[in-house]
């Protein structure tokens, strides 16, 4: 992550979570912007359901499933996709690096850096249900050791930590 873009989202987020009350919309449009950017150097298409999809996944800091994805294309268009179809955008919305996907809730969120190749931790908070993404190099590097000790090839890790952000802790915290 460049300077200018630490200082922008340090801006609009409190320890990895996003401020209450901060401005969604500015954050669709920057993932719409991000995506048209990576899929410009990927040479693939972000397709207008793909587009709707990730603008969905971004509409809040919560993570969101397939099926509640589902539910607000069939509100936002009056029509309901086949399920495969919305499947299929998020796989793609994957591949690219724009979205990340947390096994345990078999929901998808969007990727503070898309179109990097980057070790992230997700932190997940029991009480508000918001999720932020931080950098994870230092567990991946440890599990990774760990794994080589015992002859162990790690193929794929997500690392998922529930607790309670600073807002749901209240004051205390904030401090």
């Given at each position: 992550?460049?300077?200018?873009?630490?200082?922008?989202?340090?801006?609009?987020?409190?320890?990895?979570?996003?401020?209450?009350?901060?401005?969604?919309?500015?954050?669709?449009?920057?993932?719409v912007a991000?995506?048209?950017?990576?899929?410009?150097?990927?040479?693939?298409?972000?397709?207008?359901?793909?587009?709707?999809?990730?603008?969905?996944?971004w509409r809040?800091?919560?993570?969101?499933?397939?099926?509640?994805?589902?539910?607000?294309?069939?509100?936002?268009?009056?029509?309901?996709?086949?399920?495969?179809?919305?499947?299929?955008?998020?796989?793609?919305?994957?591949?690219?690096?724009?979205?990340?996907?947390?096994?345990?809730?078999?929901?998808?969120?969007?990727?503070?850096?898309?179109?990097?190749?980057?070790?992230?931790?997700?932190?997940?908070?029991?009480?508000?249900?918001?999720?932020?993404?931080?950098?994870?190099?230092?567990?991946?590097?440890?599990?990774?050791?760990?794994?080589?000790?015992?002859?162990?090839?790690?193929?794929?890790?997500?690392?998922?930590?529930?607790?309670?952000?600073?807002?749901?802790?209240?004051?205390?915290?904030?401090?």
């Open positions: 992550m460049t300077v200018k873009h630490r200082r922008a989202a340090s801006a609009t987020t409190t320890a990895g979570f996003p401020r209450r009350g901060h401005n969604h919309a500015s954050c669709v449009d920057d993932a991000a995506a048209d950017r990576v899929c410009a150097q990927n040479g693939t298409r972000l397709t207008e359901l793909r587009r709707q999809v990730l603008e969905l996944v809040s800091h919560e993570p969101v499933g397939a099926y509640a994805i589902l539910e607000h294309l069939a509100v936002d268009s009056g029509r309901r996709p086949a399920p495969p179809t919305v499947y299929r955008a998020l796989d793609f919305l994957l591949e690219q690096g724009l979205v990340h996907r947390i096994e345990s809730r078999n929901a998808f969120f969007g990727c503070t850096r898309p179109g990097e190749k980057h070790l992230f931790e997700i932190l997940l908070c029991t009480d508000c249900g918001r999720a932020a993404e931080v950098p994870g190099d230092r567990v991946t590097r440890a599990v990774k050791f760990s794994a080589a000790a015992l002859g162990f090839e790690v193929d794929r890790q997500t690392v998922e930590v529930m607790g309670r952000c600073r807002d749901c802790r209240g004051p205390a915290a904030q401090a």
